[in-house]
């Protein structure tokens, strides 16, 4: 699977949105972009995926470039139980296999 | 949503035992199962993967005797940590799927902190 890049950390302010970015310039056409959150002593949960067009669902909207080589997950309205390592994951059509980079860890300010 | 619960969520063992985790899906079947490892401060390693009735499949650099996966039903799989030592000490996730191939999302359980003393 083509690798991804995320920052290792990203602070946000309880209640405000937070853009978690990820590069992903060696994506496939075939490549979707997958991203789950693990909570501290968690499995990880999730949160969203999508392969061309903007996605939004009761978690989260996931925005994709226009050549999809980078895409950022957008939470509307941060709060305390947002606090988590993000992980954004290229997965092919047909590759039942998910590969876990370093993700992004967000804290949230009260 | 799709539940996978495991059982135990935290396990304390001497070295030299073997420990053995459920992974279940509560309300689903799950052609596949995954089990990941997942060390402090670090990111999931994926272990294995599990399809029902047929036998696991290995990551590079796991051994499959040490690890031993059943998935004896679709609803089932367990990992065995066969005489377990202090660096085998880890948090194990697992984790399934509904529907084989395709971009199904992948549900997690809980976890199981396994501590070798």
């Known amino acids: 699977d083509a690798k991804t890049t995320q920052p290792n950390s990203m602070e946000s302010n309880e209640e405000e949105p937070v853009h978690l970015p990820c590069n992903h310039s060696?994506?496939?056409?075939?490549?979707?972009i997958h991203w789950y959150r693990q909570l501290p002593s968690q499995g990880p949960e999730y949160v969203i995926h999508?392969?061309?067009s903007n996605v939004n669902n009761r978690m989260a909207s996931l925005a994709i470039a226009e050549d999809r080589k980078s895409s950022t997950l957008i939470l509307h309205r941060a709060t305390l139980r947002d606090a988590a390592v993000y992980y954004c994951?290229?997965?092919?059509?047909?590759?039942?296999?998910?590969?876990f980079g370093t993700g992004t860890r967000l804290t949230i300010i009260p | 949503g799709a539940v996978v619960s495991q059982h135990p969520s935290r396990v304390i063992c001497k070295s030299g035992t073997s420990v053995k985790i459920e992974c279940r899906s509560l309300?689903?079947?799950?052609?596949?199962m995954f089990w990941y490892r997942q060390f402090p401060k670090q990111s999931l390693m994926l272990m294995a993967t599990?399809?029902?009735?047929?036998?696991?499949?290995?990551e590079q650099g796991v051994e499959k005797d040490k690890f031993l996966i059943n998935h004896a039903s679709l609803t089932l799989s367990t990992l065995t940590v066969t005489s377990a030592h202090p660096e085998d000490s880890s948090f194990y996730i697992c984790?399934?799927?509904?529907?084989?191939?395709?971009?199904?999302?992948?549900?997690f359980g809980p976890g199981t902190r396994l501590t070798v003393l």
């Open positions: 599990s399809n029902e009735g047929s036998k696991a499949t290995y």
């Open positions: 999508g392969l061309t």
């Open positions: 994951i290229l997965n092919n059509f047909g590759n039942e296999k998910l590969t």
């Open positions: 984790s399934a799927r509904r529907i084989p191939g395709g971009t199904d999302t992948q549900y």
């Open positions: 309300d689903f079947q799950a052609t596949t």
């Open positions: 060696t994506i496939s056409g075939t490549d979707y």
